[in-house]
């Protein structure tokens, strides 16, 4: 899997954004977007490396103007297409996607940015435009949320029968306002409950990066049982920025990065990136799980690497 970051704007400023401090120092290095001949670059990289999808990030990648352009080219070069957004989006943007068959094309639709009221009817708009190709996405910043509203959503603009649950990671120097893992219990006790409503609709919950398996204690089959889909990963994928750039993932933007001339293709590039992120695998984001059993037996990853990080940093510094 990579992503494409092919603009580093967007359109709303969300407290809980992991991806603060990578936007931040590649606009103060005047990486603003990428250009056609880049985003083809980085297309060729992760074909070579056998990857057949297309993945738009940013920033909020709808923003850039030729964004309809790389959807075709994408689309030309045989991949599916998978966007990141926060709905707020053209109508050129929109219509590209629209005229994708949604078996080919998932947009990835984050219902927690931060919208004022004309960026909400917009938003409407696109679920309504986009209808099953939209899955929609929400970021937990506290235990206090509800799906009550995204399950009217589904129904009335027939998306996809899934919602896709993200914690709100920090950045491992903690640029953003990101969940402290003593929270995760809470978390999981409201998942649990909000699952009722979910599971009576039909609709299945899919952990993004980062779960962790004692957040959920005796409710874990309970949960199962409503249609979450647990997984536990910290997987950094490869984020490929602006001038040949290559990071592991938002949160651990500014840990390292690789370039993508040292590389002949997506694939070898993600083996040295497993390679570097090895040793930080080594513990998790609580003392006690260097002897925790999920971990041993790898039902749990351990928590997000990002988080783990902030754990070692003295107070001093946080
Ligand atoms: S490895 Fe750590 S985070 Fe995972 S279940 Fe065990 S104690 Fe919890
Ligand atoms: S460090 Fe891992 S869990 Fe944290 S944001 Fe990155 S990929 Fe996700």
Redesign the pocket.
């Known amino acids: 899997m990579a992503n494409q970051i092919i603009t580093n704007y967007c359109s709303t400023h969300c407290d809980f954004c992991?991806a603060v401090d990578s936007r931040r120092r590649m606009l103060r290095e005047n990486h603003f977007q990428m250009d056609e001949t880049e985003v083809r670059a980085w297309l060729d990289f992760t074909l070579r490396g056998g990857i057949r999808e297309l993945r738009l990030l940013g920033g909020e990648p709808t923003m850039h103007p030729c964004f309809d352009k790389f959807v075709n080219l994408g689309r030309e070069a045989g991949c599916t297409v998978t966007v990141f957004s926060n709905g707020v989006m053209s109508k050129p943007a929109r219509s590209a996607l629209a005229a994708l068959d949604p078996e080919v094309c998932n947009v990835v639709i984050n219902m927690s940015a931060s919208c004022g009221n004309r960026e909400l009817r917009i938003r409407q708009e696109t679920l309504e435009m986009l209808g099953p190709r939209v899955s929609l996405g929400y970021t937990l910043t506290s235990a206090a949320f509800s799906f009550r509203e995204a399950v009217t959503w589904i129904e009335n603009y027939r998306l996809r029968r899934n919602i896709r649950i993200g914690l709100a990671?920090p950045t491992?120097q903690g640029a953003n306002r990101a969940l402290h893992p003593k929270c995760y219990p809470m978390i999981g006790q409201a998942l649990l409950e909000q699952s009722f409503l979910t599971a009576e609709h039909g609709i299945s919950l899919d952990a993004?990066?980062?779960f962790v398996r004692c957040m959920f204690g005796n409710s874990f089959d309970r949960l199962t049982a409503n249609g979450f889909r647990y997984i536990s990963?910290?997987?950094?994928?490869l984020d490929l920025c602006t001038g040949g750039r290559i990071i592991?993932?938002?949160?651990?933007s500014n840990l390292f990065s690789l370039n993508q001339a040292d590389f002949p293709d997506a694939e070898a590039a993600f083996q040295a990136m497993t390679e570097r992120i090895r040793p930080l695998r080594t513990f998790g984001i609580y003392p006690e799980c260097s002897k925790c059993v999920y971990f041993e037996t790898e039902e749990c990853c351990g928590?997000?690497?990002?988080?783990r990080l902030r754990r070692l940093q003295p107070m001093g510094d946080r």
Not at 233 to 237: A, E, H, K, Q
Not at 248 to 252: D, H, S, T, Y
């Open positions: 992991f990671h491992w993004d990066c980062g990963r910290c997987s950094p994928v592991p993932c938002f949160g651990l928590g997000c690497i990002a988080a």
